[in-house]
Each structure stands twice: as C-alpha cells, then as structure tokens.
C-alpha cells in the first residue's frame, strides 16, 4: 500500500496540526518555560505551553530559514541536547517605513529523558530542517544542490573599501549557521579573478559568489568565457552580493529574482 495515502502518523498531528515533527520542548534559560514546536513542510510553529489565555504562536516560514544544527550543551554534567534553528524573515526597520530582513535565531533544549544521546538524537532530528540558505546568500544564475561548496571573491577596495567588512559582518555568520562550506579569495589586483577563474578546477565548486560591485562580477564572467570549457563554465552558479559603491547589477537581479 502506498503510505502516502494512510491516515497521518498521530504523533506527528497535535492541535490539529499535521506535521512532518512535533515536539514539546523548553527555554535554554528557563526550564519551566515550554513550547510546543511542530514542523510542516512550510513553517516552524512555535507556541507557549502556558494556563493563561492570550498565549502566543509564532510561525516562521522555512523559506525565511537559513538552517538549523543540533548539539549538546557545554556542561558535560547537562543530560539536554539543544537546536537552534536560523531565520531571516522582512521585518520592519526601527523608525522607518521599510521592511529588511532581520536575524531571529530560535533555540529550544531538549530534555525529554535522562540520556543525554537519545535527547541528542531527538535534537538531531529536527536539525535537517528544509532551508533556502543560498535565496540569501544571493545564489542567482541557477539551481544549486544542497550542501554546495561555494567560492566568494571579495574586492577589498570595492565600493568605499567596505566589502570585506561586510562579508565578515554579515554574510560569513550566514554561511555557518547555513553549514554552506566556502573558500575565500580576496582579490589582490585588478584581473586577478579573471585569471583565477579562468585557471580553477571548477568541479570543486557549485556556485561562485562575488562581492563587490559590478566590476568584479564583469571579470568572473570573462575568466568563465576565457576558459577552453566555457560552454560548461558558464553554467556555474553564480551570485553577487552588493559590495560596491553603485550596486545597480546586484540591485536589479535581486528585485527580479523576488
Ligand atoms: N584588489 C584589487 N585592487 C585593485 N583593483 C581591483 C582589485 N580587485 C578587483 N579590482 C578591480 O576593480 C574594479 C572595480 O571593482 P568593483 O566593481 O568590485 O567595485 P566598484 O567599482 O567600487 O563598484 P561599482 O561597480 O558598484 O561602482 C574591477 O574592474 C576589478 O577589476
């Protein structure tokens, strides 16, 4: 018989809710504090067990998640497992009509018996939570598979010679909390991409990723075209982050790609 025709596994409907997971879970900090937390194949719902009315549900859209990772805590002597889930979902900006998207990290510990594996296990379970890490790390050309390997360019003089500040500020923690392995090249002179790519053995990488600003992406493009391969090469992912002082290419394929 086909399973997906048999009713839903009870323990995964609570509430109402069919999920792919459910799970009843604490408060890193607060053991009394407990959520409910079920998983469908679009969001993460999390609400608070409590006896008072008004009680509060979030749900977070997987579109919005970066990924997720299960771990124990650092005190050996700690039965829990923890998971921690990352999202980026458009929030309004503080005193400013716009939207942006905003970290919202979700961190639940899971202590449902006294060993420490199986709570483990029950965290590692909800750890390959579905997620579009490379929506925001400005994969655009094509489809990429999951996990990737990815290469990024940073011109450090960029723009007003904030690229690599920005890399380190913003993108890199996302990249970790997405497990999305990356190889940096901060490029040291003009051409240096194009001479790069042009020479890299490119079936270590799914996807390259330039931040800068258009002129950087420009020199990719040409070491790709340069190659003997180039009908191949220029299948490869790319993206580009914004990292210069125009952005206008990075700008319109972003608006597009929406
Ligand atoms: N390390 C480097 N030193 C000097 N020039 C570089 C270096 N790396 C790249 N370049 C060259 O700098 C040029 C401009 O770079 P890029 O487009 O990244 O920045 P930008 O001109 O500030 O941005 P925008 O196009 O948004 O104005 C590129 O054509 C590239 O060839």
Redesign the pocket.
């Known amino acids: 018989m086909d399973t997906d025709t048999c009713a839903p596994d009870p323990s995964r409907q609570r509430n109402g809710v069919v999920g792919v997971l459910y799970g009843e879970f604490t408060d890193t900090l607060n053991d009394r504090v407990r959520y409910s937390v079920s998983l469908t194949e679009r969001a993460l719902t999390v609400q608070r067990i409590s006896s008072s009315p008004g009680r509060t549900k979030v749900v977070f859209n997987l579109t919005d998640c970066v990924g997720c990772r299960a771990y124990r805590g650092p005190d050996g002597a700690d039965v829990g497992a923890y998971f921690t889930a990352y999202f980026y979902p458009f929030k309004r900006r503080w005193m400013s009509a716009g939207v942006a998207r905003q970290r919202v990290e979700q961190c639940f510990r899971v202590a449902l018996v006294q060993d420490p594996l199986a709570n483990l296990q029950e965290a590692e379970r909800w750890a390959p939570l579905p997620s579009c890490g490379l929506c925001l790390t400005g994969v655009v050309y094509a489809e990429v598979r999951r996990p990737c390997r990815v290469m990024i360019l940073v011109?450090?003089?960029?723009?007003r010679g904030q690229a690599l500040q920005l890399f380190t500020g913003h993108v890199q923690g996302m990249l970790t909390e997405a497990a999305i392995p990356y190889t940096l090249v901060i490029?040291?002179?003009?051409?240096?991409?194009r001479e790069l790519v042009r020479k890299a053995d490119l079936s270590q990488w799914d996807a390259l990723v330039i931040m800068?600003?258009?002129?950087?992406l420009?020199?990719v493009i040409n070491g790709l075209m340069d190659r003997e391969d180039w009908q191949e090469a220029i299948q490869t992912p790319l993206g580009i982050l914004p990292?210069?002082?125009?952005?206008?290419l990075a700008a319109s394929v972003h608006h597009y790609s929406q």
């Open positions: 011109n450090p003089h960029s723009g490029t040291e002179h003009q051409n240096h991409a800068s600003g258009d002129g950087l420009f020199e990292g210069g002082s125009g952005n206008a």
